[in-house]
T-cell receptor
Framework: QKEVEQDPGPLSVPEGAIVSLNCTYS??????FMWYRQYSRKGPELLMY????GNKEDGRFTAQVDKSSKYISLFIRDSQPSDSATYLC???????????FGKGTRLSVIA | DGGITQSPKYLFRKEGQNVTLSCEQN?????MYWYRQDPGQGLRLIYY???????QKGDIAEGYSVSREKKESFPLTVTSAQKNPTAFYLC??????????FGSGTQLSVL
């Protein structure tokens, strides 16, 4: 079993839809959870950062962490064509452990 | 502007040749990282460095070498021992282990 599992998609939705992106993980030591957005042939940019469990909201984006289920989600409300990108989840434990990334989900929002 | 600069944007390697990818940051970050990204494979860690003159192997270090002589710079050499070097290479930096900031990447191809 891989440490972080992420459905690669591709996922195609109409403009205005609510998008749900998910990752599961196996390492119960993970405490820091992130979502990165990567446009084609560009470097990933940090979208959301969450420590431990709970929800975090930033504009149209909501990140959820359920440590009991080892499951994290990113919701995008009122999706726009500019949201079309690959979304990567990433997580780490405390200390000096580097981030572990999911493989990324490719999202297309159709106008 | 603070950021991470990777150069060149595109690089071609002949068989048996070593090539070096440049990564410079002016964010005053202590840690720097190199990732390799293949289609559908997500990000895989090659090497990382948490302080000057020290670095650790990541998951796929074979065929690569790095140096960290200055805080701002973390060049990656792809040696002739790396038999499948074609990939998108990403450099990142961070103050801690959690929030990584990425450069714009270098696409390496084999002639």
């Amino acid at each position: 079993q891989k440490e972080v599992e992420q459905d690669p998609g591709p996922l195609s939705v109409p403009e205005g839809a609510i998008v749900s992106l998910n990752c599961t993980y196996s390492n119960s030591a993970f405490q820091y959870f992130m979502w990165y957005r990567q446009y084609s042939r560009k470097g990933p940019e940090l979208l959301m950062y969450t420590y431990s469990s709970g929800n975090k909201e930033d504009g149209r984006f909501t990140a959820q962490v359920d440590k009991s289920s080892k499951y994290i989600s990113l919701f995008i409300r009122d999706s726009q064509p500019s949201d079309s990108a690959t979304y990567l989840c990433a997580m780490s434990a405390t200390g000096n452990t580097p981030l572990v990334f999911g493989k990324g989900t490719r999202l297309s929002v159709i106008a | 502007d603070g950021g991470i600069t990777q150069s060149p944007k595109y690089l071609f390697r002949k068989e048996g040749q070593n090539v070096t990818l440049s990564c410079e940051q002016n964010l005053n970050h202590d840690a720097m990282y190199w990732y390799r990204q293949d289609p559908g494979q997500g990000l895989r860690l090659i090497y990382y460095s948490q302080i000057v003159n020290d670095f650790q192997k990541g998951d796929i270090a074979e065929g690569y070498s790095v140096s960290r002589e200055k805080k701002e710079s973390f060049p990656l050499t792809v040696t002739s021992a790396q038999k499948n070097p074609t990939a998108f290479y990403l450099c990142a930096s961070s103050m801690g282990q959690e929030k990584l900031f990425f450069g714009s990447g270098t696409q390496l191809s084999v002639l």
